[in-house]
């Protein structure tokens, strides 16, 4: 335990010393290299983020399903689960060299650094108050994307969930994937065990990071497309994670508590 709390400490002393030199620097020389360059140059710090994690906490990960990821870089939409905050700089730092196109909140672009990135990089920025014209804007910028060799990454969730909480999965993802006729790649990971929402502790052992079976939209509906996606993500936690208690819907979460 003594050596969660002082890695957990010195992860954090890394993260305030090294986040704004390393974003400063890639935010000055980005513009000297074209966009796929951009975004190797950029997701090194996420690399950089999940090994000295590893380093510091013993925070290990092992893949799972690696036979399922195309041969072909032609166009697919990962859906994740969303319980940490590793899978954030995890999923495009391990899909390296394959890069992702990830969807977000138009207000991001504002932030310092960060937001100066996701402008450079050509990410997708959307303006949810504008309804069906902001799933037009994903479709047409998504597709885009796609048809240059991109990955789309959705976390259907929207938000961090607890472990112990289930919330409905929202389906851009699969509504883009049936509108453009593009597979959806499902991944399930169980960072939270390690790595919990909200926490500073960061726990040693090994996250497992799990890649199923591209999933085609044909015959689906952008409902039944996330349900059978839902189906497997929940059905593939309790394999990697068997121990963990069974997630209750979010009201009921609230009325327990």
């Known amino acids: 335990m003594l050596r969660a709390y002082v890695g957990s ?5 890394f993260l305030v010393v090294y986040t704004p030199i390393y974003a400063t620097v890639v935010c000055l020389i980005l513009r000297l290299f074209d966009v796929k360059t951009r975004y190797i140059l950029a997701c090194q710090y996420n690399l950089h983020l999940i090994w000295v994690l590893r380093w510091l906490c013993g925070v290990k990960w ?5 036979e399922n990821l ?3 870089d032609d166009g697919h939409i ?7 905050v590793w899978e954030t700089h995890a999923i495009p730092a391990l899909m390296l060299p394959r890069a992702i196109c990830l969807v977000f909140k138009k207000e991001i672009t504002y932030i310092p650094f960060f937001g100066w990135a996701m402008s450079a990089l050509q990410m997708v920025p959307v303006d949810r108050s504008k309804g069906m014209e902001a799933f037009e804007q994903v479709r047409e910028r998504g597709g885009d994307r796609m048809r240059n060799g991109y990955y789309m990454l959705f976390f259907p969730e929207g938000t961090r969930v607890p472990i112990t909480e289930k919330r409905r999965y929202k389906t851009g993802g699969t509504r883009l994937a049936v509108a453009i006729n593009k597979p959806v790649l499902p991944i399930a990971h169980n960072a939270a065990d390690l790595w919990k929402r909200k926490s500073f502790l960061k726990t040693a052992g090994t996250i497992t990071f799990s890649i199923g079976k591209p999933i085609s939209p044909q015959g689906h509906t952008e409902d039944t497309m996330m349900q059978a996606v839902e189906d497997w993500i929940r059905g593939e936690l309790k394999v990697i994670s068997p121990n963990r208690p069974e997630p209750v819907p979010r009201e009921s979460a609230r009325t327990a508590k």
């Open 62 to 66: 092992a893949f799972k399903g690696l």
């Open 9 to 13: 400490f010195l992860f954090y002393i």
């Open 78 to 84: 990962i859906l994740s689960n969303h319980e940490s």
């Open 70 to 72: 195309p041969a072909k």
